[in-house]
């Protein structure tokens, strides 16, 4: 059985308002309804270090680091991305699920103190 699989990234960068923004009961409930397997956080150079997804490690495979190895391989294999919206995620996302010859879409979150904005890039094949 495959892992349904969650990026969540800021790149090698500090984005502290995202990163905190998914570490919360409300977010990992959320995963874990929707039947997540994996979440995979890379929090870049950030201070803050998420510590309430501790509570679920024993429902749902969470990862956290600063920096990822292998990372073509996880964008490939997640099927949702969230992120800080910098070019070079982006660019990487476009990049591996072109490749792949399917349709995509990305999406980046960018949690605010006043509220969620979301931007998708979207692609479907023509026939």
């Known amino acids: 059985m495959s892992e349904k699989q969650i990026l969540i990234t800021v790149g ?26 994996k979440i995979i956080i890379q929090k870049g150079t950030g201070e803050y270090i998420p510590k309430i997804y501790e509570k679920y490690k024993d429902k ?12 073509e391989n996880i964008i490939k294999n997640s099927e949702i991305i969230i992120s800080h919206g910098g ?24 949690f605010t103190e006043q509220g969620i904005y979301m931007l998708m890039i979207e692609k479907r094949r023509t026939i």
């Open 87 to 110: 070019a070079g995620i982006i660019l990487e996302c476009l990049k591996n699920k072109k490749e792949r010859g399917k349709n995509y879409k990305y999406m980046t979150y960018a």
């Open 60 to 71: 749902i495979n969470i990862q956290v680091s600063t920096l990822l190895n292998d990372f």
């Open 12 to 37: 090698t960068t500090k984005f502290e308002n995202l990163i905190k923004a998914i570490d919360t009961e409300k977010f990992y409930e959320m995963i874990i309804k929707y039947k997540f397997t």
